[in-house]
Antibody, heavy 117, light 108 residues
Framework: QVQLQESGPGLVKPSETLSLTCTVS????????WNWIRQAPGKGLEWIAY???????NYNPSLRSRVTISLDTSRNQFSLKLSSVTAADTAVYYC???????????WGQGTLVTVSS | EIVLTQSPATLSLSPGERATLSCRAS???????LAWYQQKPGQAPRLLIY???TRATGIPDRFSGSGSGTDFTLAITRLEPEDFAVYYC?????????FGQGTNLEFK
């Protein structure tokens, strides 16, 4: 079954860019939608964006101006960049897979990113 | 944007009892795109139910979903100790794919 693993810095300074990568294993990037979802400490879930294996993207309007999602099919990876971060961006960031018109069914374990100087 | 409101915020029950969790949408939504997740501390969410009432792979039949329009329900019959967790509903028809704020199902 599909496995996902997030990687990236656990600490980012305010105003800088948060960069995370999700590596997909035991499955192909093809045919699926690849999502980023976050959860602030003690809070609920917030969908950030997805990228389709064809390269089409969809962003949460509340974050659209600061988010870029990209795909590297040769490495079976997709990535998230979130610019101009503040303490409010401190969260566990999850990558997840979904299929067309379906909810996320496979998730990574999540990675905590703290925004602090 | 669809806003999902879950109630109660906390539900205190004992193993063997029945749990009923509510998710109300700010406007009528298509039933085809309502999901429920379970999340335990330190873990990623786990998909339980999609399309309002279809159980995801490997989900026991004590979990069931129902509802339409603006009101949706997750029911858990005969609570097992491993069922005590936080539950989220999600609407995934169109962006942004919003989640409810969660219901914490705790031991009484």
């Amino acid at each position: 079954q599909v496995q996902l693993q997030e990687s990236g810095p656990g600490l980012v300074k305010p105003s800088e860019t948060l960069s995370l990568t999700c590596t997909v294993s035991a499955g192909s990037i093809g045919g699926s939608y690849w999502n980023w979802i976050r959860q602030a400490p003690g809070k609920g879930l917030e969908w950030i964006a997805y990228i389709h294996y064809t390269g089409s993207t969809n962003y949460n309007p509340s974050l659209r101006s600061r988010v870029t999602i990209s795909l590297d099919t040769s490495r079976n990876q997709f990535s998230l960049k979130l610019s101009s971060v503040t303490a409010a961006d401190t969260a566990v960031y999850y990558c997840a897979r979904s299929l067309l018109r379906q909810p996320a069914d496979y998730w990574g374990q999540g990675t905590l990113v703290t925004v602090s100087s | 944007e669809i806003v999902l409101t879950q109630s109660p915020a906390t539900l205190s029950l004992s193993p063997g009892e029945r749990a009923t969790l509510s998710c109300r949408a700010s406007q009528s939504v298509s039933s085809a795109y309502l999901a429920w997740y379970q999340q335990k501390p330190g873990q990623a969410p786990r998909l339980l139910i999609y399309g309002v009432s279809t159980r995801a792979t490997g989900i026991p039949d004590r979990f069931s979903g129902s509802g339409s329009g603006t009101d949706f329900t997750l029911a858990i019959t005969r609570l097992e100790p491993e069922d005590f967790a936080v539950y989220y509903c999600q609407y995934y028809d169109h962006s942004p794919y919003t989640f409810g704020q969660g219901t914490n199902l705790e031991f009484k």
